[in-house]
Every structure is written in C-alpha cells, then in structure tokens.
C-alpha cells in the first residue's frame, strides 16, 4: 500500500507564528525536518499523528519529533487558529546543556504517543507571555540573539517540564 506524503523542510534553527486559517484548513501527510510544537486555539479539526486520532480543544499542547507523521482534517469551515513553534534538533542541542536536554519532550517516547497534553487556562497565559518575549526578541537590535536563545530555551524549558 502506498502512503503519500511529503516533508517540509524548515529554512532556520526556529520559526514561530501564530496562525489562522479560514475555510478548509485540512492538510495531507507530512513530517517536517524539525520539531513542532503547536498550541490550539480554535477550529474544527481532527489531528492525525501516526495511528492515533486527537479531536484537540482550546489548550491543546501538541508536541511532533521529525519522524511523526501527521496530518490535519478540517471538520468544516471554522476558522482554525494556533501557534506554531519548529525547531531544528541541532538548535535543542545549542540551547541544552549536560544537565538537561531540551528535546527530551520530543524524542523520549515512543512514536505517536505522548505528543498532546491539555494546558490550564493559567498554564495557557505563561506560555502566551513566553511566546511574546520570544516573538519581540527578533527585533533588531543589540544582543536580540542572545535575548531570541534565552526565551528559546526558557519556553523548551516550559514545555518540557509540562
């Protein structure tokens, strides 16, 4: 049986944004060459990773290492709106340390399980402010990169310990 699929390939160590899609937002198989981390704010979606289903809800936290295939079914024509994080392992690796390892979240389970946990409302607001500090740190200026690797890792580091 043939599988269609395709990869995207990720440009940068880390992309961000914060998405919205209206009308149809389904999307076929695909991995990407970099993690992903996407938290869930509306929609009516169905989010296929590997053999499992997930109908996510507002606060879904959803975490892809490379190898998961996955794909996104629309249930209709509800704008679908998230945040979407990807990051190069090679990035996780600069920003970990011997102590800790930021793609523990990603690649210390079995494929297709573990990838989705539901936030608080509380724990929604603390990622939301990490996200900001992050998306202002690639502002031009002096030492931005260093401020865009330190909320890096500070929101790997969140997201981790969730």
């Not at 996955?70 to 709106?81: F, V």
Request: proline letters at 3%; aromatic letters at 12%; charged letters at 25%.
């Amino acid at each position: 049986m043939k599988h269609d699929f395709f990869l995207e390939t990720i440009s940068e160590s880390i992309t961000f944004s914060r998405k919205r899609t209206l009308g149809n937002a389904s999307y076929a198989y695909h991995r990407h060459d970099a993690c992903e981390v996407v938290l869930f704010y509306e929609g009516d979606i169905r989010i296929y990773i590997e053999q499992t289903c997930f109908t996510p809800s507002r606060g879904s936290l959803v975490v892809l290492n490379p190898n998961e295939m996955h794909r996104i079914q629309s249930m209709g024509d509800a704008p679908y709106e998230r945040i979407v994080l990807n990051i190069k392992k090679s990035y996780l690796d600069e920003l970990s340390t011997e102590e800790f390892n930021l793609a523990d979240c990603f690649y210390k389970r079995p494929l297709g399980t573990g990838n989705l946990r539901t936030l608080s409302p509380d724990q929604m607001v603390e990622f939301e402010e990490l996200y900001r500090k992050l998306e202002s740190s690639v502002q031009d200026g002096l030492g931005k990169s260093i401020e865009r690797n330190a909320y890096a890792a500070l929101l790997l580091l969140w997201i981790n310990r969730r």
